[in-house]
């Protein structure tokens, strides 16, 4: 983190920061729609949620009590006429934001500061990443999260059904979660990411962020969603959407919030964001820190549509006229047309069924008018009956009721308060949530579940389970069928349903109602009795859908067409798949023991797009699964796919996964090290030749930890499998650090071939990336133990995770494996991030060894090639004066008084040589006699100025100084005092032939108090050069280099860059040499 912060402070340095706030905290005044607190109650609500720089101000502050007031509010008096007839009072018994469950409040977010100054500075958002505040940058990061959050729970609901988080589930958040306009932002942005990395090559030796051109890592996202536990099952193209949706979101929250217009040199402070949010109603309710979503309403409660449903696109909706010539009566119409929609979509509560349906009708034509005229044409969906009764119990108003029946007497006796007026969503949000709902289960009807799962949502203290993977009774109720077709699956759905009552006597009369392949016949989702029986773990059923014929390896149909309503992860799955899925061990085993295919019908013989039944329990991390599926005969090596033969549209959907990868990448040490025992049979044509070894970019046989040779790869003898604790990474490890993660050894005792073909390598080296990229450092250690090489990516993101949690051991450890690795392979990580990161590290190591280590390398780095000498400066003009008028009175016209002697010049010859001297002679005065004006110095010996004025006196020429070694130090102060250029660049020239590892800290020392750039960058290419030594026998060096100061930092800082030009140089000679 030292380093990330570092890092922030530099950027922003130019920034002038607007406002005092310490901590990005909520604003009790941008955020309150309830009536007003009591003392009491608002200091705890501002303990909570508490702005220090006092929020959006007094504008805000108002707006929030005349929304707590209706009675007195501007907003509630000027509500359109159709909500006149209902009670909006708020009751005395007021709803304070306190009663409503809150958002949880993150601990770690995968994204730092910096990431965000980052986007901000190289995205959409570049043109005002100048009037970016610190204060702003801070509060943008922390009101982030709360984005993070709901969509991490949309998310982990959606993932509940398949215990397995793909891309489509995070798309179906961002849809369920974001208005339509802010939605396809997002996914678009996440399509973009996704295209770029599924087409990147340099899979290995870059970051995934850099592969799909983000800047949040999307290992951290990873990571962060393994932790949360999203899903057992994390596809990293998951991850990718993730970071992809949440960094377009940080551009459009300061874009909608602060404008696009230029704002000059106005410095944004967090008030200013603040105040932009609650004026946009998409934004405003998305960082609330409730966990509902308010949906439709800004920050004083006001209703109204978004953005892209304005009066006018709604006119230019309703209008027929293609030709754009209407009369004034059609004018009229449209208008009314258009402001009737605008009431339908904007209702909040309704009297009768009939009313809610006709409401509902229209504005879903309205909806799919507008979806299709700026995307794809896409599948009308409707509403079944028991949506409409449950939407209806939702928001029927008794008020609304009893005034469109008048007959009906209302109750004299309330037993229920009905929902606050300004708890309601519009029902245009009613529709986009449900919907999504909808169109994430590939149905055409929506159902009573969508829309309690809106419900839960967008209404306070609403709670739902989330909806399991299962027959679905609205796919018979489409009205796209016929009747027959209608009727056909009515039966089948019945069927279906008896088999997972879990009643065996059923069984027979079940199978009697199903088509003509009975016990194997297709759900509309695409699945088989037996795969349902799987999927609960009804050992039970699966004993008897076997003895009745069902087939164990029938596989979930890939044909769109015919079966639209599969769920994309799961086609092609067997009955195994799902056993596996949902970890039902006994299932698995009756399963298997029954003949099932261990691979799930995954075969090596053509190209693989489904992942295996042990690729699902290695990602989940079942370690018994595992073992019992390599007991019987699963290949750990066998990949998801041939990436390089795939079609474009195929990798969109994953990345070359095998076994080991998806137990690497999800961070389970014990499944990887089980995986590593199992067997294999390498094929000739899979040994890696010398060339192809090469190629990868390092030799195997590379110097490990203790300087041992690690020849397991080019080993063709049967070997073992080490251990993840090898005795290589025991000499570097400590036993205590690695006490809790040490494995068990039962199964590692087995001698192996482990002589590696091209996919072995391949799969080992992608283990690796992954595990590295999302911070798991014991599983890339046990690689690399294996002999596995590093690349510099993978490298760097070991040591950042080592330093990060402090694990010193294996920071010494990495840094004396240094040497393996290739940092030319990808000069520009290694430039930008690895290179700051080992300075960072070797400032704030402690452990001489290491320190001792990094020095060295630093010197190997830089080489022992001569530093660049540095060159004398030649006067441009030079005017040389006759040395007998040095400090003589005759025609002198200026006096100086140094160590109480007098030293007689001239104007004219000090003027023309410095500005110094000159804005010292026009300030001066004559003195008392009439004489000469009199010039005080009194930081300067008399010695030091009069070799000054022979320099000045002899035009510049530096060939008359006699300058002694202890005279150096003072004459390049006076010669910086009086900007004397030509003269400091002698001493710097001077003062670099006399370094030496004794006084080379003092030299750096004077040379930057006096701006000596020249002697700087030398004294730096001289510390380099010999770093290693300075660090053993100077004490000076070693106190200056490990300082926290400021003066440490720029110490740091100025070695840093003067390496990297140095190596920048060599790099790029080398590149043109190879030319």
Not at 664 to 690: E, Y
Not at 881 to 887: A, G, L, P, Q, V
Request: glycine share 6%; proline share 4%.
């Amino acid at each position: 983190m030292a380093a990330e912060v570092a890092d922030l402070t530099s950027p922003l340095e130019s920034l002038s920061l607007a406002g005092t706030n310490d901590s990005p905290t909520d604003s009790p005044h941008s955020y309150s729609f309830s009536s007003s607190h009591s003392p009491s109650q608002s200091s705890r609500s501002s303990h909570r949620d508490s702005d220090k720089s006092s929020g959006l101000g007094l504008t805000l502050r108002t707006l929030s009590q005349d929304y707590a007031d209706p009675e007195n509010s501007e907003v509630f008096r000027d509500a359109p006429s159709g909500y006149e007839t209902m009670d909006t009072r708020i009751s005395d018994e007021a709803i304070y934001p306190e009663r409503f469950h809150r958002l949880a409040e993150l601990e770690h977010v995968p994204w730092t500061d910096r990431d965000v100054l980052i986007v901000l500075q190289q995205g959409r958002t570049k043109e005002l990443s100048g009037n970016i505040s610190l204060e702003l940058l801070q509060r943008l990061s922390y009101l982030l999260q709360r984005p993070l959050v709901r969509l991490a729970n949309e998310t982990q609901r959606l993932c509940q059904a398949l215990c397995k988080c793909t891309k489509h589930e995070i798309i179906a958040a961002i849809k369920i979660l974001l208005s339509k306009s802010l939605g396809d932002s997002c996914i678009n942005a996440c399509y973009k990411a996704g295209t770029l990395y599924a087409m990147s090559t340099n899979n290995f030796k870059q970051s995934k962020s850099a592969q799909c051109g983000l800047h949040f890592s999307i290992g951290r996202f990873h990571r962060w969603m393994i932790d949360s536990q999203i899903a057992l099952r994390v596809q990293e193209m998951a991850a990718v959407y993730l970071a992809a949706c949440l960094e377009n979101l940080l551009e459009e929250i300061l874009l909608l919030a602060v404008g696009r217009d230029q704002l000059g040199g106005l410095i944004l402070g967090a008030s200013a964001l603040d105040y932009g949010i609650s004026n946009v109603p998409e934004l405003w309710g998305l960082v609330q820190p409730w966990e509902h979503l308010i949906c439709g309403r800004n920050s004083t409660g006001m209703i109204s549509l978004p953005s892209t449903l304005s009066m006018a696109s709604l006119l230019s909706g309703s209008s027929g006229d293609s030709t754009g010539r209407r009369t004034r009566g059609q004018m009229r119409a449209d208008s009314v047309m258009a402001k009737t929609l605008e009431q339908s979509l904007l209702a909040t509560c309704v009297g009768t069924l009939t009313e809610l349906g006709d409401l509902v009708s229209q504005s879903m034509h309205y909806w799919y008018n507008k979806s299709s005229a700026h995307s794809k044409p896409q599948h009308m969906v409707t509403w079944g009956p028991s949506a409409l009764h449950t939407l209806y119990y939702y928001m029927r108003c008794s008020q609304l009721e009893h005034a469109d029946n008048p007959d009906l007497t209302p109750p004299s006796i309330h037993l229920c308060a009905e929902r606050p007026y300004y708890h309601q969503p519009p029902l245009l949000e009613w529709i986009r949530v449900a919907t999504a709902h909808a169109e994430y289960r590939l149905s055409y009807v929506v159902d009573a579940d969508d829309v309690r799962q809106a419900g839960r949502l967008l209404l306070p203290d609403v709670d739902c389970p989330p909806r399991q993977f299962g027959t679905d009774e609205s796919l018979c109720t489409s009205r796209h069928l016929d009747a027959q077709t209608c009727a056909t699956r009515f039966l089948e759905d019945t069927a279906f349903r008896m088999l997972a009552c879990g009643r065996s006597d059923l069984v027979p009369q079940a199978l009697a109602l199903l088509g003509g392949n009975k016990v194997n016949s297709y759900s509309q989702q695409g699945l088989t009795p037996l795969m349902y029986a799987c999927m609960r773990g009804d050992e039970a059923m699966v004993h008897i859908l076997l003895d009745a014929g069902a087939a164990l390896d029938v596989t979930v149909p890939n044909d769109v067409q015919r079966y639209p309503c599969v769920h994309p992860e799961v086609r092609q799955w067997t009955a195994l798949h799902f056993a596996v899925v949902h970890g039902h061990f006994a299932v698995v085993q009756l399963l298997l023991d029954r003949g099932a295919d261990v691979e799930g019908k995954v075969t090596t013989e053509e190209d693989n797009f489904v992942e295996t039944p042990l690729q699902l329990a290695a990602a989940a991390g079942h370690y018994e699964l595992v073992n019992l599926m390599l007991i019987h005969g699963a290949d750990p090596f066998l990949p998801t796919y041939q990436k390089s033969e795939l079609s474009f549209k195929d990798s969109t959907q994953g990345s070359y996964n095998d076994a080991f990868t998806m137990a690497a990448s999800h961070g389970h040490m014990n499944v990887l090290s089980r995986l590593l025992t199992s067997p294999f049979k390498p094929q000739t044509s899979d040994i890696l030749s010398l060339e192809e070894i090469l190629a990868e970019g390092t030799m195997p046989n590379t110097n490990h930890c203790d300087n041992r040779h690690i020849d397991r790869i080019q080993s063709h003898s049967e070997q073992t499998f080490i251990n993840p604790m090898t005795e290589n990474i025991y000499m570097c490890i400590d036993e205590v650090i690695y006490e809790d993660v040490k494995l068990n050894n039962n199964c590692s005792n087995k001698k192996t071939n482990t002589s590696l073909g091209k996919f072995q390598l391949r799969s080992f080296q992608e283990s690796m990336y992954n595990g590295a990229e999302n911070g798991y450092l014991d599983i890339a250690m046990e690689l690399r133990g294996m002999g596995v090489p590093w690349t510099i990516h993978t490298w760097t993101q070991s040591i950042y995770t080592a330093h990060a949690t402090r694990r010193k051991a294996i920071v010494q450890c990495l840094v004396n494996d240094f040497s393996s690795i290739r940092y030319e392979e990808n000069k520009e990580e290694f430039l930008e991030e690895t290179l700051p990161l080992m300075f960072d590290i070797f400032r704030s190591s402690k452990n001489d060894v290491s320190s001792e280590e990094l020095a060295r390398i630093f010197s190997n780095m830089y080489g022992k090639a001569p530093l660049p000498i540095i060159q004398e400066l030649r006067p441009a003009t030079p005017t040389q004066i006759d040395s007998r008028y040095i400090n003589n009175p005759e025609m002198s016209d200026i006096k100086f008084m140094i160590d109480n002697k007098p030293f007689y010049a001239h104007k004219i010859i000090l003027a023309n040589a410095s500005n110094r001297f000159k804005t010292m002679m026009m300030s001066s005065k004559k003195g008392a006699d009439g004489g000469p004006a009199i010039i005080e110095i009194n930081d300067i010996s008399y010695h030091i100025f009069e070799l000054v004025m022979q320099y000045l006196y002899n035009g510049g020429s530096v060939g008359c100084l006699k300058v002694n070694a202890k005279d150096v130090f003072e004459l390049l102060g006076a010669a910086n005092f009086f900007l004397l250029e030509g003269l400091q660049r002698h001493c710097e020239v001077l003062m670099s032939h006399r370094l030496s590892v004794d006084n080379c800290c003092a030299i750096y020392k004077h040379a930057k108090l006096f701006s000596a750039h020249e002697l700087v960058k030398y004294c730096e290419g001289y510390i380099l050069q010999n770093m290693a030594q300075l660090l053993k026998s100077n004490e000076s060096f070693r106190k200056l280099i490990h300082s926290q100061k400021t003066e440490g930092q720029e110490v740091h800082n100025g070695l840093l860059a003067t390496i990297t030009r140095r190596l920048e140089a060599k790099l790029s000679m080398s590149k043109s040499s190879k030319v």
